[in-house]
């Protein structure tokens, strides 16, 4: 059993910054990936970016690369989303999730079965 807590979401103005953070708890893997999704009203949920914590894979969505960085800290169970030059659309839910890998970090949904409650974050225009 592992669990994910968000933490960090907010309201900011167009063009602002925001870092999201998830920590994990709980029985760990000896291999395993973090990733962050995003879901929007409306819209499906999507892929944002995640992390290898043993191969140090990452992956991003191309549409969010130079933007987003996402990175995590060794000294705990944790990753964090650092999100720059945010905008209205970047509006959403945005969730943590883990599950066991070898190598990879996959960017599909149905691959991962642990997930936080997620993290509203606002963007005005």
């Known amino acids: 059993q592992v669990q994910l807590v968000e933490s960090g979401g907010g309201l900011v103005q167009a063009g602002g910054s925001l870092r999201l953070s998830c920590a994990a708890s709980?029985?760990?893997?000896?291999?395993?990936?973090m990733a962050w999704f995003r879901q929007a009203v409306g819209k499906e949920r999507e892929f944002v970016a995640g992390?290898?914590?043993?191969?140090?894979?990452?992956a991003y969505a191309g549409s969010l690369k130079g933007r987003f960085t996402i990175s995590r800290d060794n000294a705990k169970t944790a990753m964090y989303l650092q999100m720059s030059s945010l905008q209205p659309d970047d509006t959403a839910v945005y969730y943590c999730?883990?599950?066991?890998?070898?190598?990879?970090?996959?960017?599909?949904?149905?691959?991962?079965?642990?997930w936080g409650q997620g993290t509203q974050v606002t963007v005005s225009s």
């Open positions: 709980g029985r760990t893997f000896s291999n395993y990936a």
């Open positions: 999730a883990a599950d066991q890998f070898l190598f990879s970090v996959p960017t599909q949904i149905k691959n991962y079965n642990y």
């Open positions: 992390l290898h914590w043993t191969s140090s894979h990452t």
